[in-house]
């Protein structure tokens, strides 16, 4: 297997460990310095991003990577760009599917891809979302979405632009 094919699957076990909702091994694939910010601009370190997605608010269903990138750096560095679609369920009951752009930050150390940072972008124009389906009550607004071959998405916003 290439280094890129391995950058690929680490990111696939990483997005398997969420939809599983396992921390330890969600854990094990993050870089002790991992750092990650939200759509909404949060901030976490591997602690809070492991409690975030694990014991949250938010169910994951499955996360989906499409049309992946790797960029490798020497032999311990790598970025991967895709697609995602985070197909999740919310502390409300209601299921959405998040689609939206992610690059991935990925170090190996001890033979292991670990996932050092992730987006580094937090909720701005051009920041979108579709939805597969919604809460009742909540607008979807239409945006165009500045990705190569993708000409517009909608995002799910609750609380208006």
């Known amino acids: 297997m290439n280094t890129e094919h391995e950058v690929i699957e680490a990111a696939l076990e990483r997005a398997d460990a969420l939809a599983a909702g396992d921390p330890d091994r ?16 949060e901030q976490f370190d591997r602690d809070d991003y ?24 020497g032999q311990q560095v790598a970025v991967l760009r895709c697609m995602v679609a985070d197909d ?9 599917t998040f ?4 690059t991935q930050t990925w170090v190996k150390e001890e033979g292991r ?8 972008r937090g909720r701005r124009r051009g920041w979108r979302v579709a939805h597969a389906c919604v809460p ?8 165009a979405f500045p990705v190569r071959g993708i000409r517009e998405m909608s995002r799910i916003d609750s609380t208006g632009p």
């Open 99 to 102: 689609r939206m752009p992610m």
């Open 136 to 143: 009742a009550g909540t607008r979807v607004q239409p945006w």
């Open 113 to 120: 891809w670990l996932c050092l940072a992730g987006p580094g």
């Open 26 to 41: 969600l854990r094990r694939l993050l870089h002790p310095a991992f750092h990650w910010t939200s759509h909404l601009g």
């Open 50 to 73: 492991v409690r975030a997605n694990t014991a949250g608010t938010i169910t994951w269903k499955k996360q989906s990577l499409t049309d992946p990138e790797v960029a490798v750096v």
């Open 88 to 96: 999740v369920v919310t502390g409300e009951g209601g299921c959405s």
